[in-house]
């Protein structure tokens, strides 16, 4: 018999309760709006995909990595490092 955190039924809403709150508190969070492009936001999503608009172009940095994934080198690979 499996064990439950809180319950058989409320173990998954509270996991999909918690994703949903952290991607909200991701989205809303300042310091990432680097890594959101302009129109990328789920609420933006969501709208376009209910009213069947076509997705905004991808941004030239997403293009050229896609590009380099496809062909099996990565543009500027020794210029990157960890931080």
Same mark, same amino acid.
């Given at each position: 018999?499996? $064990?439950?955190?809180?319950? $058989?039924? +409320?173990?998954?809403?509270?996991?999909?309760?918690?994703?949903?709150?952290?991607?909200?508190?991701?989205?809303?969070?300042? $310091?990432? %709006?680097?890594? /959101?492009?302009?129109? /990328?936001?789920? +609420?933006?999503?969501?709208? /376009?995909?209910?009213?069947?608009?076509?997705?905004?172009?991808?941004?030239?940095?997403? /293009? %050229?990595? +896609?590009? %380099? %994934?496809?062909?099996? +080198?990565?543009?500027?690979?020794?210029?990157? $490092?960890?931080?």
């Amino acid at each position: 018999m499996p $064990r439950y955190l809180v319950g $058989r039924i +409320s173990d998954p809403l509270l996991g999909i309760s918690t994703g949903v709150l952290a991607y909200i508190l991701w989205e809303n969070d300042g $310091r990432n %709006a680097a890594h /959101r492009p302009e129109g /990328r936001m789920l +609420s933006d999503l969501v709208k /376009r995909r209910w009213s069947g608009e076509a997705p905004p172009p991808a941004p030239a940095a997403l /293009r %050229a990595a +896609s590009a %380099a %994934a496809n062909s099996g +080198s990565t543009p500027g690979a020794a210029q990157t $490092r960890m931080v």
